[in-house]
């Protein structure tokens, strides 16, 4: 299917706030300089809809809309222990089995769980509810320190904010990065979070100005990607020793050094590659690989397709 143009989002009775805001900010219109979406809520039965802060909210339409759309969210609720009614679920397989792309994200995982849509499939939802979904549906793979999960058709997040990741990652999987960009600065937010759940299970404690020192060598070596950058390197810049310096990056990245530095390269390529008529060499050579042959074996494991194609995709000037 092309890329998705019409987004509808399931809002049961219950539905947290932030997760009804997450979606209208992505999808909702972004003025003339960015393509807009049509965006429909949807709930059991149109009429006002009460919200997990005592708001109500007023719903036009009910899951019929749901079946249609290119795009369907199942948002999070009060009462996710309970399955969404059986018109609901009808319209998520049926959407599904149109060809639509069905994302839940925290607890909206349990509807599509719920609809069977997960059934020998990978996927997230808060990591405090990761294992009540395992045992509830022993058919689905639970990632729990996932922020997002992406098994093609179908998509799932993690909790709360965990929404703009994957709404976010689903922008820029269907529309490219400068589009995902674009919302996300609207948004004052970033397009892009490394790591994944693991890191908010508990808050590590500064240690002496380490944390202040390490996103300074992250702000640095995001200026120089053209650079070689081992972490011997980053390390002795953020003055630790290099051992120290994994466990503090992990700890407040939820990743490995190598990890970032792969998805920041690989993200900087992106970019440039929609954004710019410059050729792939010089490119690889910007975002820090040797060669076009080497960015093309990162880019291929992460997009599966080379960079050229991906030009001719989602390029700008083209």
């Known amino acids: ?40 809520l949807c709930a059991d039965r149109p009429g006002p809809v ?4 005592g708001v109500p909210l007023s719903v036009a ?4 809309r749901l079946a249609d759309a290119d795009l369907v969210i199942a948002l999070p609720w009060a009462g996710f222990r309970t399955p969404p009614a059986p018109a609901v679920l009808d319209a ?46 022993p058919g689905v793979t639970v990632v729990p320190d996932a922020l997002y999960v992406d098994e093609g058709s179908i998509a799932t997040g993690a909790g709360a904010a965990a929404g703009f990741d994957l709404c976010l990652h689903l922008l820029r999987r269907e529309h490219g990065a400068a589009l995902a960009n674009a919302v996300a600065r609207d948004m004052v937010l970033p397009s892009h979070r490394d790591g994944g759940q693991a890191q908010y299970l508990t808050a590590p404690a500064p240690e002496d100005g380490h944390d202040e020192r390490l996103a300074d060598v992250l702000a640095w070596a995001r ?59 010089e490119i690889a050579r910007r975002v820090g690989y040797g060669s076009a042959a080497v960015l093309r074996e990162h880019f291929v494991r992460r997009r599966g397709v080379p960079p050229r194609s991906y030009r001719r995709a989602f390029s700008a000037t083209t």
């Open 50 to 53: 009460p919200a997990d802060c």
């Open 223 to 281: 200026e120089h990607l053209h650079e070689p950058l081992p972490v011997t390197e980053l390390a002795r810049r953020a003055l630790m020793s290099q051992r120290s310096f994994a466990r503090r990056f992990t700890a407040a990245t939820g990743t490995t050094p190598h990890a970032w530095l792969r998805s920041l390269r690989l993200s900087r390529a992106e970019d440039l590659l929609e954004t710019t008529d410059l050729p792939v060499e």
């Open 92 to 137: 998520l397989r049926t959407a599904h089995g149109r060809g639509s792309v069905v994302a839940a994200h925290c607890v909206g995982t349990f509807a599509l769980a719920a609809a069977g849509l997960l059934d020998g499939r990978r996927a997230t939802t808060h990591w405090r509810f990761a294992d009540l979904l395992a045992d509830r549906h």
């Open 61 to 64: 339409h009910g899951p019929d």
């Open 1 to 40: 299917m092309p890329p998705f143009k019409t987004v509808a989002a399931y809002v049961p009775p219950g539905v947290g706030m932030l997760a009804v805001g997450i979606v209208t900010e992505v999808f909702g219109p972004h003025g003339a300089a960015l393509p807009g979406f049509d965006l429909t």
